[in-house]
């Protein structure tokens, strides 16, 4: 079993939907949860972290921490076309010494 | 705060060879940590320097190596360059408690 567990999509979704993506993670003492969002051909970059259960909420974007279930996910509302890129789940363990990136999800949001 | 740097952004080497890469963190960040992107492969993680020490290494042949300057800046090094080491090499650093990691833009390596 991969440690970080991701469907690699693509997923596709209508604009001004709202985009499910979600993340499985194997059972250690995990310490911090990332989403990060990576466009073609650049580097990725951070949109949420989330340390706590429950939910986070950052503009559109929501991360959801259940980890009884060891399940993180991201909802996107309001999908625009500029949200179509690759997101990256990823896991921090170790005390803080390492993170582990799932594959990631392609998302498509058609215009 | 100016953001990771990495240098060279790109790079075209031939089987044999080797290389160096580096990286300057965000001011005041310690930790640098590594990793190579393939699009089969995704995201794998190299190695983690913090304060000048190796704290965690992934799982990667021994040609693969860094280290860390007192500054923080880092560089990595592969030697006896193989086709499929051709990828987009990516550092990260971080410095808070929580250790979110911020990545600079990469180099993008292709060995002929």
């Known amino acids: 079993q991969k440690e970080v567990e991701q469907n690699s999509g693509p997923l596709s979704v209508p604009e001004g939907a709202i985009a499910s993506l979600n993340c499985t993670y194997s059972d250690r003492v995990s310490q911090s949860f990332f989403w990060y969002r990576q466009y073609s051909g650049k580097s990725p970059e951070l949109i949420m972290s989330?340390?706590?259960?429950g939910d986070k909420e950052d503009g559109r974007f929501t991360a959801q921490l259940n980890k009884a279930s060891q399940y993180v996910s991201l909802l996107i509302r309001d999908s625009q076309p500029s949200d179509s890129a690759t997101y990256l789940c990823a896991v921090n363990w170790d005390g803080g010494f390492k993170t582990i990136f799932g594959a990631g999800t392609r998302l498509f949001v058609k215009a | 705060k100016a953001g990771v740097t990495q240098t060279p952004r790109y790079l075209i080497k031939t089987r044999g060879q080797q290389v160096t890469l580096s990286c300057s963190p965000i001011s005041g960040h310690r930790s640098v940590s590594w990793y190579q992107q393939t699009p089969g492969q995704g995201l794998q993680f190299l190695f983690e320097y913090f304060s000048e020490t190796q704290r965690n290494k992934g799982n990667f042949p021994g040609r693969f190596s860094g280290r860390q300057f007192s500054n923080s800046r880092s560089e990595m090094n592969v030697s006896t360059l193989e086709l499929g080491d051709s990828a987009l090499y990516l550092c990260?650093?971080?410095?808070?408690?929580?250790?979110?990691?911020?990545f600079g833009p990469g180099t993008r390596l292709l060995v002929l």
């Open positions: 990260a650093s971080s410095g808070g408690s929580q250790e979110t990691q911020y």
């Open positions: 989330i340390y706590s259960n």
